[in-house]
T-cell receptor
Framework: DAGVIQSPRHEVTEMGQEVTLRCKPI?????LFWYRQTMMRGLELLIY????????DSGMPEDRFSAKMPNASFSTLKIQPSEPRDSAVYFC????????????FGPGTRLLVL | DAKTTQPTSMDCAEGRAANLPCNHS???????VYWYRQIHSQGPQYIIH?????ETNEMASLIITEDRKSSTLILPHATLRDTAVYYC???????????WGAGTKLIIKP
């Protein structure tokens, strides 16, 4: 299995630009998570999808952040407009919702907003 | 979810067993203990989980005390590639919200 795939792996952009991060979950997994990791705040859950439906977006920082999951094999996290404080590593994870959650993480996207 | 307490950092010699402790004194009866690790510049990786009984897989062993207030993750023969931050998480079965603390930074020394 290819595991969770994320793209791009690195992104450098200027403040005010739109950023789109992409994720392909493991085939057959019906839960998808977007996390953000910074030195100051650690690993934070941004949003959780189950069967392509957003279940919990309480971790999304503000309206500048949006996430979509148009089908079971693809999700995007968009930041518009981006700000320097959005600089972080963004992880996507997926799991099979069996009741014993084991989340499988992608390699992450390292975002730097100048 | 119950809170966990882990040492900030630990060292272990290559080839020896690495024993990582975790305290979770407020754990409830239906909460599981999960262990993940994060190698530098990679995403977190699931290691093992358990409820009451000790568990073993190809990566590690998990020893949970009888009162379930603490646990120990054991890497039986640590290698340099086991250098990582190890997270102990307590969570209800089926709860997608995993509360990630600071973890234990384990350094394996040659």
């Amino acid at each position: 299995d290819a595991g969770v795939i994320q793209s791009p792996r690195h992104e450098v952009t200027e403040m005010g630009q739109e950023v789109t991060l992409r994720c392909k979950p493991i085939s057959g997994h019906n839960s998808l998570f977007w996390y953000r990791q910074t030195m100051m705040r650690g690993l934070e859950l941004l949003i959780y999808f189950n069967n392509n439906v957003p279940i919990d977006d309480s971790g999304m920082p503000e309206d500048r952040f949006s996430a979509k999951m148009p089908n079971a094999s693809f999700s995007t996290l968009k930041i518009q407009p981006s700000e320097p404080r959005d600089s972080a590593v963004y992880f996507c994870a997926s799991s099979i919702r069996t009741g014993k959650e084991t989340q499988y993480f992608g390699p992450g996207t390292r975002l730097l907003v100048l | 979810d119950a809170k966990t307490t882990q040492p900030t950092s630990m060292d272990c010699a290559e080839g020896r067993a690495a024993n990582l402790p975790c305290n979770h004194s407020t754990i409830s009866g239906n909460e599981y203990v999960y262990w993940y690790r994060q190698i530098h510049s990679q995403g977190p990786q699931y290691i093992i989980h358990g409820l009451k009984n000790n568990e073993t897989n190809e990566m590690a062993s998990l020893i949970i005390t009888e009162d379930r207030k603490s646990s120990t993750l054991i890497l039986p023969h640590a290698t340099l590639r086991d250098t990582a931050v190890y997270y102990c998480i307590v969570s209800l079965a089926g709860n997608y919200q995993l509360i990630w603390g600071a973890g234990t930074k384990l350094i394996i020394k040659p």
